[in-house]
């Protein structure tokens, strides 16, 4: 992991429940200020929520799998990220109202 580190920036990476790959990364500049919005297990996601004071709200990081599982296909499994992030986007909304 250390070879993924950036001067001046922080990593974020996907949460893997099983193993070490990590197959989705996002470098935000240490002076923005963030939060991670939404963070599941295998979802293949991250959606961060930047702090007030940028034009940029959220940024939303998505990975395709080539090996999806047996009673998924490509289309399910993507639809199932939009959800994931639509739903989180959402719940923001509704929290800082």
């Known amino acids: 992991m250390s070879l993924l580190k950036k001067p001046s920036f922080k990593l ?3 949460l893997k429940s099983l ?3 990590i197959r989705l990364v996002c470098y935000i500049r240490e002076k923005i200020p963030f939060k991670l919005q939404f963070e599941e297990g295998n979802s293949h996601v ?3 929520r930047i702090d007030s004071g940028f034009k ?3 940024i939303a990081g998505l990975y395709c799998p080539f090996k999806i599982e047996e009673n998924e296909t490509a289309l399910s499994k993507a639809k199932i990220q939009l959800r994931n992030i639509t739903d989180s986007l959402q719940d923001s909304k509704v929290n800082s109202v």
């Open 56 to 58: 940029i709200d959220n």
């Open 12 to 14: 974020e990476c996907e």
């Open 46 to 48: 991250i959606l961060l």
């Open 19 to 21: 193993g070490y790959k």
